[in-house]
């Protein structure tokens, strides 16, 4: 009778320092055809985009022209740092010669890019924000880089992109990369959520965390306290109710996709509830929390506005914000649990009046 083979560690190790982007997704798609071949080069692209942001940020401070703001203030009102326009232009001219998408859509830009006519037009729309968390990058602490693949719906003939106000349960594949300690990038194409950490003395994303899934229930509650008086009662409620119960803890940094990183490994829940004069909240539905919806949907989590679920929520218009109360599934109910209680108890005095 023959042994059956037993790989040694150094292969087992070997193996794994060959994971890369591209081999992964050819993995799970567990096929070599065109949709395949499609998003694994758009999983490359994504991952070019951010080693070229990494390595400027990684000598940011040594560099002129890299910090500090550009004067300019973006489509949402908020002033523009010179990263975030580097960031968002690295990512036009990673995608406009590749063939893969026929627009981009940013924070950055009040419409979306659509690729010139004297170069190759694919099938996809890349949603994305460029810098998520660039009032840390001045002070060198991390930020990061949301993205989300969506499939051009119709002939998009007005140059409207109407077709991409659609649900996030459109998204054919998101993620995001974290400039931390290491940069990582994150990503589903609906088969789990798997983690790649950038080897800089490879230049190449590989494999670190296989089928991340979030706890059920963590001790982490991740919000902007400073706006305590501003949210509804319900968010109030919910936060005393996290002061007056021990195995709770708060971390927030300013910026969602570390936040979020840490909430999808070790569980916990991050929020960015509306305010009662600006009820939408802060964050962008189709490149922030959509994404991360969708993300965590993957890693056995939930992402909610309060009353729905994020990936059900039909866009109005591109720049649309949405309150995001996203995280482990029983930490984002006990959310939902305050805000109707609140709700019910708002309907009924109206009842009685
Ligand atoms: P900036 O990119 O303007 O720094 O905003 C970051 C962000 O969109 C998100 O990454 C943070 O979670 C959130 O806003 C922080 O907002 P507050 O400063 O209001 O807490």
Same mark, same amino acid.
């Given at each position: 009778?023959?042994?059956?083979?037993?790989? =040694?560690?150094?292969?087992?190790?070997? %193996?794994?320092?060959?994971?890369?982007?591209?081999?992964?997704?050819?993995?799970?798609?567990?096929?070599?055809?065109? %949709?395949?071949? %499609?998003?694994?080069?758009?999983? @490359?692209?994504?991952?070019?985009?951010?080693?070229?942001?990494?390595?400027?940020?990684?000598?940011?401070?040594?560099?002129? #022209?890299? =910090?500090? &703001?550009?004067? +300019?203030?973006?489509?949402?009102?908020?002033?523009?740092?010179?990263?975030?326009?580097?960031?968002?232009?690295?990512?036009?001219?990673?995608?406009?010669?590749?063939?893969?998408?026929?627009?981009?859509?940013? +924070?950055?830009?009040?419409?979306?890019?659509?690729?010139?006519? @004297?170069?190759?037009?694919?099938?996809?729309? =890349?949603?994305?924000?460029?810098?998520?968390?660039?009032?840390?990058?001045?002070?060198?602490?991390?930020?990061?880089?949301?993205?989300?693949?969506?499939?051009?719906?119709?002939?998009?003939? %007005?140059?409207?992109?109407?077709?991409?106000?659609?649900?996030?349960?459109?998204?054919?594949?998101?993620?995001?990369?974290?400039?931390?300690?290491?940069?990582?990038?994150?990503?589903?194409?609906?088969?789990?959520?798997?983690? &790649?950490?950038?080897?800089?003395?490879?230049?190449? $994303?590989?494999?670190? @965390?296989? @089928?991340?899934?979030?706890?059920?229930?963590?001790?982490?509650?991740?919000?902007? +306290?400073?706006? $305590? /008086?501003? /949210?509804?009662?319900?968010?109030?409620?919910?936060?005393?109710?996290?002061?007056?119960?021990?195995?709770?803890?708060?971390?927030?940094?300013?910026?969602?996709? #570390?936040?979020?990183?840490?909430?999808?490994?070790?569980?916990?829940?991050?929020?960015?509830?509306?305010?009662?004069?600006?009820?939408?909240?802060?964050?962008?539905?189709?490149? +922030?929390?959509?994404?991360?919806? $969708?993300?965590?949907?993957?890693?056995?989590?939930?992402?909610?506005? #309060?009353?729905?679920?994020?990936?059900?929520?039909?866009?109005?218009?591109?720049?649309?914000?949405?309150? =995001?109360?996203?995280?482990?599934?029983?930490?984002?109910?006990?959310?939902?649990? $305050?805000?109707?209680?609140?709700?019910?108890?708002?309907?009924?005095?109206?009842?009685?009046?």
């Amino acid at each position: 009778m023959v042994d059956s083979y037993q790989p =040694l560690d150094h292969e087992l190790a070997l %193996d794994r320092d060959c994971t890369t982007l591209s081999r992964h997704v050819f993995q799970q798609l567990q096929n070599f055809g065109p %949709d395949a071949q %499609d998003l694994s080069a758009l999983m @490359n692209r994504i991952a070019l985009a951010g080693k070229l942001v990494a390595r400027r940020l990684s000598r940011a401070g040594l560099m002129e #022209g890299v =910090l500090g &703001f550009t004067g +300019e203030v973006n489509v949402q009102g908020e002033t523009v740092k010179k990263m975030d326009v580097y960031a968002n232009e690295v990512f036009i001219s990673v995608f406009k010669q590749s063939g893969l998408v026929c627009r981009l859509a940013s +924070e950055e830009m009040e419409k979306p890019y659509y690729i010139p006519e @004297n170069c190759p037009i694919g099938r996809y729309t =890349l949603v994305y924000d460029p810098i998520d968390g660039s009032s840390n990058i001045d002070i060198n602490i991390n930020v990061g880089s949301i993205f989300a693949i969506r499939q051009q719906q119709s002939e998009d003939l %007005d140059g409207s992109a109407s077709d991409l106000l659609q649900s996030g349960r459109q998204q054919i594949a998101a993620g995001y990369i974290l400039y931390g300690p290491s940069t990582m990038l994150v990503y589903s194409i609906g088969k789990g959520v798997h983690a &790649f950490t950038l080897d800089p003395s490879l230049g190449e $994303f590989i494999l670190s @965390n296989e @089928n991340i899934q979030t706890p059920e229930h963590g001790p982490i509650y991740s919000v902007n +306290e400073g706006n $305590f /008086w501003q /949210w509804d009662e319900g968010i109030r409620d919910y936060i005393r109710y996290m002061h007056r119960h021990e195995g709770y803890t708060a971390r927030y940094s300013g910026a969602l996709v #570390g936040d979020f990183h840490r909430i999808l490994f070790q569980g916990g829940v991050f929020l960015y509830p509306g305010t009662v004069k600006k009820p939408e909240g802060k964050l962008r539905l189709l490149y +922030e929390s959509a994404p991360l919806a $969708f993300l965590a949907e993957q890693a056995g989590g939930r992402a909610s506005t #309060g009353t729905h679920d994020i990936l059900d929520v039909i866009p109005e218009k591109l720049h649309q914000r949405t309150p =995001l109360i996203v995280g482990s599934r029983e930490d984002v109910a006990l959310v939902e649990s $305050f805000i109707q209680e609140r709700s019910r108890e708002q309907a009924s005095v109206a009842v009685k009046a």
